[in-house]
């Protein structure tokens, strides 16, 4: 585990014009720098770097964020891998210390969370496109929205069936904890009872930076 000291160091050491250089060509524009956004297809910059600020902005998409961010988002790594590539490209040396029992809880704990999530993510995708239902009402709510398959699948839309228990009862059978299943929201449980929150509704899931599947909100 790199300690907190290392990453302040890497994160006081990074220049952003310098990290997001290595992947954009800027042009100077007043006390900025501008270029193509290298997150979505442009032919007029609206991607912004700030060397003052040490944060870049996309007037087109929306991106934002500093150093470890961009790389986090541009190279798909995780934190602490994007915290590796800016020392690596610094000279600075790694300094880690030994995980704490509580942090390593912590990060099972986590973990669990977001296996949970990802296991109903897939099974409100498979819903959408293997069940009668999930094809007749949430692939049709889709497709009179101009949704494509391609963009249904790209964002792993889905679809959860009006049973009570559906996802809850799958997820157990998995092996997956209520526990889990409460703290993600995604079960309820009331008086010994357990069902899940979201029934009939096209699911809509939302991923981090690095593409990981965080949450899942419902729609009409």
């Not at 014009?17 to 007029?44: I, M, Q, S, W, Y």
């Not at 030994?98 to 990802?118: C, G, K, W």
């Not at 101009?146 to 799958?170: E, Q, V």
């Not at 929150?197 to 690095?210: D, E, K, S």
Request: aromatic content about 14%.
């Amino acid at each position: 585990m790199i300690n907190n000291s290392t990453k302040e160091l890497i994160l006081e050491t990074a220049r952003i014009e310098e990290v997001v250089g290595d992947f954009v060509a800027l042009k100077k524009r007043g006390a900025n720098l501008l270029g193509l956004c290298p997150f979505h297809n442009e032919r007029t910059p609206s991607f912004t770097v700030s060397p003052s600020k040490g944060f870049f902005k996309c007037f087109g998409c929306g991106k934002a964020g500093d150093s470890l961010t961009f790389i986090m988002e541009h190279e798909h790594q995780t934190f602490p891998e994007a915290l590796r590539y800016l020392a690596k490209k610094y000279n600075i040396t790694i300094e880690e210390e030994a995980p704490t029992p509580e942090y390593l809880e912590q990060q099972s704990h986590r973990e669990n969370l977001f296996t949970v999530i990802a296991f109903a993510q897939q099974f409100y995708q498979d819903y959408l496109w293997n069940a009668e239902e999930g094809k007749a009402i949430g692939l049709s709510y889709f497709h009179e929205r101009g949704f494509t398959d391609d963009i249904i699948r790209r964002f792993n839309l889905g679809f959860s069936h009006d049973k009570w228990d559906g996802l809850t009862a799958a997820a157990i059978q998995e092996g997956y904890k209520v526990e889990f299943l409460e703290k993600t929201g995604l079960t309820i449980l009331n008086e010994n009872k357990q069902y899940d929150r979201f029934r009939g509704r096209v699911m809509f899931p939302i991923h981090n930076l690095t593409g990981r599947v965080i949450a899942l909100v419902r729609v009409f």
